[in-house]
């Protein structure tokens, strides 16, 4: 029974604080976070990201699925494994740089952390 409450409790702090740090701005083509809260490494990478990321879609597709934890294309989890992989794609399959791709990672991943305190 005590187990079982540990259980709901938890379950009810993670949905209420889900989306809490991520402040998103708009919708669509012009969906922005709010990044006053950044740390300036991370203002720096957003910047990157909002820019070399919105080359082949909106940035809703990364933002959805950093919200959602689920790949909205694929339908997989979408993780720091997830977000790995697609910027190994990208770096094949795009013009972005090495330090590009990795500056955007960071940023996901650091999107992602934010999104579960
Ligand atoms: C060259 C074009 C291109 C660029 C640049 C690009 N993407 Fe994508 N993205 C795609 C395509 C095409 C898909 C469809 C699924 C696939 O092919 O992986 C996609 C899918 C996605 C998905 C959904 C993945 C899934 O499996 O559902 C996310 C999230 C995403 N992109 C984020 C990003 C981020 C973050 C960046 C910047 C590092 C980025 N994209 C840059 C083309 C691009």
Do not use: W
Not at 17 to 46: C, E, H, Q, R, W
Not at 81 to 98: C, E, I, P, Q, Y
């Amino acid at each position: 029974m005590k187990q079982l409450l540990v259980t709901l409790l938890l379950v009810a702090t993670v949905t209420s604080t889900a989306y809490a740090a991520i402040k998103v701005i708009g919708k669509g083509d012009v969906i922005n976070l709010d990044t006053s809260s950044f740390p300036p490494a991370m203002k720096a990478n957003y910047e990157i990201f909002r820019v070399r990321c919105a080359q082949c879609h909106t940035l809703e597709r990364a933002i959805t699925a950093i919200q959602t934890g689920v790949a909205p294309v694929s339908g997989g989890t979408f993780d720091s494994n997830a977000v790995r992989g697609h910027g190994v794609k990208m770096l094949r399959n795009s013009d972005m740089t090495k330090a590009e791709v990795k500056s955007s990672v960071e940023l996901v991943n650091f999107l992602l952390a934010e999104k579960g305190r």
